[in-house]
């Protein structure tokens, strides 16, 4: 137990969050994230694709709240996609393991400690939340969007055999080596990204650990996933079948 508090003493967390027209989301976000981490020494580093709706703004204020050290601003023209977000973050991380979650409150933020406690308890390379085992589900969708996110997780299960139950989720910790050694060898872009990630990381042999998590339908702003996006899903998992 004194061994696990000196590790925990010594890990920094840097925790990467890409934001797009977040403005109602992201002050409530930090404040949770420090809410639940009073023992930690992390960094929230926030990834903003420019914003309209004053997402920006709001940081800068938060940042004078908590500290510049503790909220960094990484800031970029425009929407570049999900994946090039968390290499930007990346570039930027000070700590040796990455958190990346999204800003919209369906990944709350008191599941951090579990995801710390985890990986302590295990030494695993990557800690990710799921839906799908006993403890985790979702909240606010409807049947419809459960279906579909359930039955893109079983024919990825089927055709990939990735050794997750959970493979689209985005609620990960990382070790900050593992995240860039995969990371330099994912091609796709947006919702794909997080599924290309996982499944490369378990042919590499990574020790994976699962944590059960409540996913949360967005309280504020509009969800980012449409159509094109589900064909985007499916032509990924063409992709990985024939390249994994």
């Keep these: 137990m ?21 403005r109602l989301n992201i002050a409530l976000i930090v404040y949770l994230v420090f809410k639940h981490l009073r023992d930690v020494d992390f960094e929230i580093i926030i990834v903003d694709d420019g914003s309209p709706d004053g997402t920006q703004e709001v940081i800068k204020q938060l940042q004078q709240v908590y500290g510049e050290d ?6 970029r023209p425009k929407k570049l996609g999900l994946g090039t977000a968390y290499v930007h973050g ?18 709350h933020p008191k599941y951090l400690p579990s995801f710390i406690k985890k990986q302590l308890d295990t030494g695993a390379s990557i800690v990710t939340g799921t839906r799908y085992v006993r403890g985790g589900g979702v909240h606010g969708w409807n049947l419809m969007r459960k279906l579909t996110s359930r039955g893109a997780n079983v024919l990825a299960h089927t055709l990939l055999w990735p050794g997750v139950s959970d493979l689209t989720g985005s609620f990960r910790l990382y070790r900050k080596s ?13 919702y794909v990204f997080q599924m290309e ?36 899903y499916l032509k990924g998992l063409v992709y990985l079948l024939v390249t994994t």
Excluded: C, W
């Design 197 to 232: 990630m996982i499944v490369r990381a378990s042919r590499k042999g990574y020790h994976i650990e699962e944590v059960p998590i409540t996913f949360v339908d967005r309280v504020y702003g509009s969800s980012k996933l449409g159509g094109s996006e589900i064909v985007e």
């Design 90 to 107: 990346l570039k930027h991380a000070s700590g040796n393991f990455v958190v990346i979650m999204d800003a919209d409150l369906s990944h």
């Design 70 to 75: 503790r909220i960094l601003l990484r800031a």
């Design 178 to 190: 593992v995240l860039e050694d995969i990371i330099s060898s994912v091609v796709s872009k947006g």
């Design 2 to 22: 004194e061994e696990q508090q000196h590790n925990k003493e010594k890990n920094k967390y840097s925790i990467i969050i890409p934001t797009y027209n977040e």
